[in-house]
């Protein structure tokens, strides 16, 4: 059966947050599975129990209404634990990516001004490296339990926490607690990737949360019936809010992954006979490689969201005839949009699929306007800007970066160039502020970067400008190849020339540069502009390279 309506009544009409949602899918579906982790399988019903029992454990240790809480630790049952027993006591979850260096995690602990941090206790020596930098962190949840603990201050085990009983008085008290929350406070701030700069904590609401999956659910025609594969980490909103919260919204079991590699992804979907798969271009092209060389059989599979990267159209195609996912969907979101703002739906045709990031989701506004926001007409390349419930509350402390990112009238400017057609289908063209201006001619390296990803030696493709004395910026192309073999720089240059615009094709190429980037996989162009053009001061970057036409033509 599709959404029930008592959740989508919950959220419009009541006040349902995080919290409650997942009370009331545990009393409409308590026996239907919720966690499968290799060792370990969780009812509805059994994952509300021990929800509650953190929750009630969280009031024990003192944290209040508002508080933060740090979240740090690869996908794993504690963590999910930690989404709904932190809303519940209507604490705010700060996720921290796994792979944080002891720096990013000291700025984002700091920054939330964290009370407390639930990790896995091989994260607590680089906690106490820089714990004298963290005045108001009080307390370490540990989600295992080592023997013995580890010597630092304000240490507890989840198990401890968990170890309440769920009396009548206790129940009261958590009830207490959960009435006194609303839907539009902010439940989880999120740290941007820092593919621009500092890091800027995204606050985002229950409601924006919980209206957001169950758009993105409906598009999908997710429904109970189906099983979540989520491959990609809690840390990031594809995890928890389109990974966890969309599978809660339709009661559905979910299989989260620690272990990323193909062999295992593959295994778990065919063992638990998953119907969603999530993730980026590369989770795909790596499925669709151990496929093809073993033989399996996915069509077990029937939709999912790719999103994080730009999909290239040979990858997309595979996942349809290869891997049977004929319902796939392209999303087009980010955090501050809690996170979809747009999406592809199941019955669009394979040019849509191909081709767009579909059209906006129910009951937003999406525009695309010019550098003095005004609509530019269809078709033209402008910057994408959306409006309504999916915009975040702000950036946490940073009013100066909020007000540059919402206007006035409450349109959050996405720094992302697109354009859109007649029937609403909206194509990102790239960044503002990776716009290459060539003689005058503007540049945009995502629609270079999709032109190259077709070669077929290539695998991965970053286009940026560097200075150039005679046209003020040209193109400069990093990419990595299956192999070397055959495949020069010039060559790279003569497939781009005739097949995209003349400024667009690269001047300088490189295989050997590597590129940079963030702590989420995110292509960091700032700093590889900075590469290139030292490289170029220092006569490092190679020479100008002309197409073998034009040499020809001279």
């Not at 006040?15 to 009393?27: P, Q």
């Not at 932190?86 to 920054?111: C, F, R, T």
Request: proline share 6%; glycine share 6%.
């Amino acid at each position: 059966m599709p959404i029930n309506e008592s959740v989508i009544h919950g959220i419009e009409k009541e006040n349902l947050t995080i919290g409650s949602l997942l009370d009331l899918i545990a009393s409409l579906y308590p026996d239907v599975e919720a966690a499968i982790f290799d060792n370990l399988r969780k009812t509805w019903k059994e994952l509300k129990h021990d929800v509650d029992k953190l929750a009630l454990g969280l009031l024990e240790l003192g944290i209040k209404k508002g508080e933060k809480v740090g979240v740090w630790s690869l996908n794993n049952y504690e963590w999910m634990l930690a989404w709904f027993a932190l809303p519940k006591v209507g604490a705010v979850l700060i996720p921290m990516d796994s792979w944080y260096q002891d720096n990013e995690a000291e700025y984002v602990l700091n920054h939330s001004e964290s009370v407390a941090c639930i990790c896995t206790s091989n994260y607590v020596p680089n906690i106490e490296t820089f714990r004298e930098n963290i005045p108001k962190l009080r307390n370490i949840v540990l989600m295992d339990d080592p023997q013995p603990l580890p010597q630092a201050k304000g240490v507890k085990t989840m198990l401890n926490l968990m170890d309440v009983e769920i009396n009548e008085e206790n129940k009261k008290k958590l009830k207490e607690r959960q009435d006194s929350i609303d839907k539009d406070d902010v439940t989880f701030i999120l740290y941007t990737s820092g593919t621009t700069g500092v890091p800027k904590g995204a606050m985002l609401t229950h409601y924006n949360i919980i209206k957001n999956t169950i758009a993105t659910a409906q598009v999908m025609n997710c429904s109970n019936e189906d099983k979540y594969l989520i491959p990609v980490p809690f840390s990031h909103c594809f995890g928890c809010v389109l990974g966890i919260t969309l599978a809660t919204i339709t009661g559905s079991p979910m299989i989260p992954l620690k272990d990323q590699t193909p062999k295992i992804a593959i295994k778990k979907i065919i063992d638990e006979q998953a119907t969603v798969a999530h993730g980026t271009p590369t989770h795909f092209v790596r499925y669709i490689r151990y496929i093809k060389e073993h033989d399996s059989d996915v069509s077990c599979l029937r939709t999912g969201i790719i999103a994080g990267a730009p999909c290239p159209p040979a990858v997309l195609e595979d996942i349809i005839n290869v891997m049977k996912m004929e319902d796939i969907v392209i999303g087009y979101g980010l955090t501050e949009a809690s996170p979809i703002v747009t999406l592809t739906k199941p019955n669009d045709s394979l040019e849509h699929r191909i081709n767009s990031v579909g059209q906006a989701i129910p009951e937003i506004e999406v525009r695309i306007v010019d550098v003095e926001n005004q609509e530019v007409p269809i078709g033209e390349d402008g910057e994408l800007v959306v409006r309504g419930y999916n915009v975040m509350k702000g950036y946490y402390k940073s009013p100066e970066q909020t007000a540059k990112a919402i206007d006035e009238e409450g349109w959050l400017h996405t720094g992302d160039l697109a354009t859109v057609d007649e029937e609403g289908y909206y194509k990102i063209t790239g960044r503002i502020k990776d716009m290459i201006i060539y003689g005058g001619a503007n540049v945009y390296p995502k629609m270079v970067e999709d032109y190259i990803i077709q070669h077929p030696d290539i695998i991965e493709i970053a286009v940026v400008g560097v200075p150039d004395d005679e046209y003020g910026e040209v193109v400069a192309a990093v990419a990595k190849v299956e192999s070397r073999a055959g495949l020069s720089e010039q060559d790279l240059v003569d497939y781009c020339y005739g097949n995209i615009s003349s400024p667009s094709v690269p001047r300088y190429v490189s295989f050997d540069v590597e590129i940079p980037l963030s702590g989420r996989g995110k292509i960091q162009k700032y700093k590889l502009r900075k590469k290139l053009a030292k490289m170029l001061k220092e006569e490092n970057l190679g020479k100008k390279i002309v197409p073998t036409k034009v040499k020809q033509r001279a």
